[in-house]
């Protein structure tokens, strides 16, 4: 979506993969997942030769000027997001650049994954001519709806240490900040909408956001079924309660739809991750209180 999305803003794109039969599919305009407009836009974005799609790494990292890692982060069993495909990543393109870059994480990641990502590309760089920039800019994108969140966002997170990269980002996303696009969703005309709002932060404020977004929405979910289930036992009805509730603007009505839970893959995800943050950082500041003490 990301790949697809940029293109469509004006940008020329290549994508990459380590999975072969993927990248072949690809080309052969085959996605695979499923999203309303985005085969169609994917497919348009192929013709118009802003978008195409390599399974050498290599070729992808030395062309591009900006580099989005866009891979998984499942979680372990200990409920902690696993990073070694952004590890990998980061050797790959330390390895392979052949002029300064910069590196934009688009991944779900702990805060401070950052810091080590600019780590592992300063150890890993072959080339000693080569600076490499880092940022954040996490996404926001509900599955279904990818292709209107992407083109049509309520804010873009950009998290920067540099005015360089803060501009190159900028330019980046101007189109879909300025709306200035042929939208391949709305096609009689978008709705009247505000427009979105770019948000400028530390690359450890911007990896913070998304983690607390979802595990806010996540709470607000899960607290509507608590309520559903207090309703239940008191003989209320849920439905003319959140309504009610929804009417604070301070609330709102959005998630509050009482079921059974939540689901995807996002939300329980990102959850399970993000307890484990503040777990290591308590035990963190518990071990400097310590220290403190002893001294």
Known sequence: MTGTGLAEAGHQVICTDNDPERIAALKAGVVPIYEPHLDAMLAANRRGRKLSFTSDAGEAVREGEVIFICVGTPPLETGEADLSAIDNVARLIAAEACD????????????????????????????????????????????????????????????????????????????????????????????????????????NSAELIKHASNSFLAMKISYANMIADLCEKVGADIQEVTHAMGLDPRIGPRFLN??????????????????????????????????????
């Open 100 to 203: 300064s870059k910069l590196v934009v994480e688009k991944s779900t990641v702990p805060a401070q994954t950052g810091q080590q990502l600019k780590r592992v590309l300063e150890v890993y760089r072959r080339n000693v001519g080569v600076e490499f920039r880092v940022a954040s800019n996490p996404e926001f994108l509900r599955e279904g709806t990818a292709v209107e969140d992407f083109l049509h966002p309520d804010r873009v997170v950009i998290g920067v240490e540099d005015e360089a990269s803060e501009k190159q980002l900028r330019e980046i996303y101007r189109p879909i900040l300025e709306q200035r696009f042929q939208c391949p969703v709305h096609l009689s005309g978008c709705p009247a909408v505000q427009s979105p709002t770019l948000v400028v932060t530390t690359i």
């Open 258 to 295: 009482a079921g059974l839970g939540f689901g995807g893959f996002c939300l329980p995800k990102d959850v399970q991750g993000f307890h484990p943050i503040g777990g290591a950082l308590r035990s963190g500041l518990r071990h400097v209180k310590r220290g403190r003490e002893g001294e």
